[in-house]
């Protein structure tokens, strides 16, 4: 008996482990979190706790409502308080109420503008666009200028994240941030620009944030690798000439969330397996 209850008590925390690794959520969680937590204990970002409260509040709240109205057998809040954590990190308004519309609006979308069980958009991004473009003026996105240290911290957090599984799509994070980055160059080297300005402009936390937890969300973007090149690649282009032709300062976020529609044209192109955050089971059931 007594070895019996040795082995459960030493099995239960292997079992717990192996949980928590096997969904990339997790370690999404831990690093959005530590984050806004060294925003309030060191280094103001701009991100103020009322806001951040009502931001995550609400994500979790509309998520909980939705599931509900639509008698989902299971509740899960993971998602959402990815998207409150994100939206608290990277949206900045005027008024606090603005964060829990945004909140609002991002999840709302998840339930409603999907196409095939796909969501369209990623739900933060959406927000953050839909936002800018109703109330412009009251609502802005956190340059994002953490400085040097903050930000080689935070890489190197998501760096590990996408080693430690992560979501399976760290590879059109690393193919944006490769294209984002050669455009930035190409511009400086075409201009006379020291390679200075290429480099701050690459040193920005809203970007790692953009890059890590936007435009690589496995639910909107394509299934198969060639697929997630091309979209990395046609969204650093449309951002670039947002950016520098039209001189428009929220350049990722509208290229984003005008290309995403085409993922599901990709996704027909490129046909691949569709991404679950954790592995089949032999059986064919998600564990």
Not at 44 to 52: E, I, K, T, V, W
Not at 103 to 108: G, L, W
Not at 152 to 168: D, K, Q, S
Not at 250 to 267: K, M
Request: aromatic share 10%.
């Amino acid at each position: 008996m007594t070895m019996a209850l040795t082995a459960h008590t030493t099995a239960w925390p292997r079992r717990l482990a192996a949980r928590i690794a096997a969904d990339a959520r997790h370690f999404q969680i831990a690093a959005l979190t530590g984050l806004l937590g060294f925003n309030f204990a060191f280094l103001d970002f701009g991100a103020a706790p009322l806001n951040s409260a009502l931001a995550i509040g609400t994500a979790l709240a509309t998520q909980t409502l939705c599931s509900r109205l639509l008698g989902l057998p299971t509740l899960d809040l993971r998602s959402p308080l990815i998207t409150g954590l994100s939206l608290s990190l990277l949206l900045r308004a005027d008024a606090p109420w603005l964060h829990a519309a945004a909140a609002a609006i991002a999840i709302a979308s998840k339930f409603a503008l999907r196409i095939d069980g796909k969501h369209v958009f990623n739900p933060a991004g959406f927000a953050v666009v839909a936002l800018l473009l109703a109330a412009p003026g009251h609502v802005w996105i956190s340059p994002g200028q953490w400085g040097a240290s903050a930000w080689f911290a935070t890489l190197t957090a998501f760096l590990a994240i996408m080693v430690l599984n992560a979501a399976r799509r760290a590879d059109v994070a690393l193919f944006f941030l490769g294209a984002h980055g050669a455009l930035l160059a190409a511009r400086a080297a075409w201009l006379g620009d020291p390679w200075e300005i290429p480099l701050h402009q690459m040193q920005s936390g809203a970007l790692l944030i953009f890059a890590f937890f936007m435009i690589s969300d496995p639910k909107t973007t394509p299934d198969a690798r060639l697929g997630r090149l091309a979209f990395a690649l046609a969204v650093a282009l449309a951002a670039h000439w947002l950016a520098f032709f039209w001189q428009m300062r929220p350049a990722l976020y509208v290229a984003l969330i005008a290309l995403s529609p085409l993922t599901l044209v990709v996704d027909r192109i490129f046909p691949a397996g569709r991404f679950a955050w954790t592995e089949p089971s032999r059986t064919g059931a998600v564990r």
